[in-house]
């Protein structure tokens, strides 16, 4: 957007299929772009029809984070990973949503499958411990990234469940 | 949705809430945008980007931009739309609470206007008025999320 | 030539916890029905705009002497508002608010809070009052009233996870609201305590 000329994209020419991965093209995410596509059959063609100005840094879905889940006898730990930005080849650089995001924070959801109750907890580093809990117990978690500035957010993850170790005090 | 942060320009430090002008601007971008035909220039990103101004030089053009905005564009943006109206009135009125924040940072020289930043500023007040003043208006609050990102 | 109806009196703004209220006595016009339109200005209309007026289409024409204006109060600036009758082709002078409203002054209340003990877990229950809100939540031990421990809760989201607890001394919560539109905080609500009690919630 604003510069003023349109890009071809090679690889979604001729296509017949409904969509096209333009992530290389939109990159970065500190510039704005407008998409166009237009269809054609037996020589006939439609008129190019245009997105609405596209904003990498808002107009992105965030996926949920990674969970892992690891227990000792009274208390849980969790270790939360956050998506990383879209990279052009596997060897490239990892860039986490929290360099894009500097205000990125989770929500976390403990669940004690045996009494039902669900706990919040709102952090900003990626590993949290939930200590004294009950041996022998399942717990649930799950977890959401919050983006204040700009307001985004992700859907909560799937549900991790593991359960404290049994009491390991025997008379 | 905690949105109050405090911005460093600089020396100058200030803190300033932008969900409100976020949500305001969330809620018509895609009517004002749509307003704009024009791919083919920026207000505010071609040919400098915001990006590229150095930290040192962030209160100035922050400065300039909120009066740009408050001076020039948000007068003429009326529409016939009496939703899209009353949200460019909270974002105008959300600015001048910001450029009575930042007045501050000015009065005590903390916001000072280097030579590279009075060009970049010119350059956008020569985007302006390389269009009329309706469609220069429309794209400059169309562009509004370009200002905010750079902020933020 | 119809005669004027009379200008709508009274006008004021009751505001609480940033929702705005605004509401002015009944024209009272026998057998007819009065209706009522509402107009705000804020600064930048007044000072950059020529003074201009922005209509609030949820209350036009209204038959209600209240009408919700929070969602146009939505910067910290002096807002004026005005209040005009109609009655089939009659029309009243617009009744402007005496002085201006700026939701800085609006009334923030303590917050409603259930403190929770759950096994050694302290939480807290709070109430929803809105994106505009945050929570600032106090905890200590009794006793070592010193050494308060602070938590800023951003999102209601029920049930909020404070600390853990040791088991036998009692662990005192108060909360308050903080409005960072405004930079402003109400007042803390009242002291709940509780205590660990194995896995059972116990109540003081």
Redesign the interface.
Known sequence: YGVGKWIRKPECRNINRTWCDLSSETSDYEEQYYASVKAFLNGMCSDWIETTRFNPLTDTKIDPPMVSVSSTEKSISIILTAPEKWKRSPEGESISLLQVYPGLQY?V??L?KK?K??????ISNTTLV?????PGTAYCVSAQI?V?TPLLHSGFSKEYCIATLKDSVTF | ????RIFHFGHCRV?M?M??IRL?FTAIKANIQARDPIRTLSILSHPHSLHKVKSSDGCCITHHLFNFY??KV??HCKTED??I??KI??I??????MKRKLRQCHEQNKCMCEEESTEKFKQILANYEGLNVTSAAIKSLGELDILLDWME | EDALLPTPQNISILSTNMKHFLSWSPVIVQGETVRYSVE?Q????R???NESW????ECSLITATVCNIT??I????AYNLRVRADVGTRRSEWGTMKGFFNRITTSLTPPLMKVIA????L?VELEDMG??F?FCVLYWKKGQESRVQQKV???V?????LD??EAGPDYCVKAQTYV??I?RSSSFSQTQCVRAQG?TSMWL
């Open positions: 929500n959801s403990v004690n009494t109750k669900r706990w919040w907890f709102s939930v200590p004294w809990l009950e919050r204040t | 949705t905690a949105g109050n803190s809430s969900t409100e305001g408050v001076d948000f007068k009496s939703f109206n009353r009135s909270s105008a009125n959300s600015f001048l609470s | 705000f804020g600064e930048y209309e000072d950059y705009a922005i209509p609030i289409c969602e146009d939505s910067a910290t600036v759950d096994g050694y877990h939480l994106p505009a945050q809760v951003k999102e989201s029920s049930v909020v996870h853990t607890m960072e539109a930079n896995g």
